[in-house]
């Protein structure tokens, strides 16, 4: 993720070349508003971004790491009146299903 862990002089990591495929995946609006304004912020695409924080999150750790960013996301969830939390995983359900 930009900026998480990066350090100063580091030297960058041979990229690597990978397949990707569309998906069809669907979100809470509020949720992929949140993550298309951080892409934004950090000028990744949308896929990147999610890609990092998966990748991240399959290792345990936090792609957010500096309270910088966390702040940033903060501010995105207030503009796009995100109130969703991690407790809420898998706890969402479809307006026209309830």
Do not use: W
């Amino acid at each position: 993720m930009t900026g998480s862990n990066d350090k100063a002089g580091a030297k960058a990591a041979p990229l690597k070349k990978v397949e990707r495929i569309q998906t069809g995946v669907r979100m809470e609006k509020s949720l992929v508003k949140v993550l298309k304004g951080f892409a934004e912020y950090a000028d990744l695409s949308l896929g990147d971004l999610l890609e990092g924080i998966v990748l991240h999150a399959f290792e345990g750790k936090s792609p957010f790491v500096r309270a910088e960013l966390r702040e940033v996301i903060e501010k995105l969830k207030d503009v796009y009146d995100c109130e969703l939390q991690a407790a809420d995983s898998h706890r969402l359900t479809e307006i026209d299903q309830v």
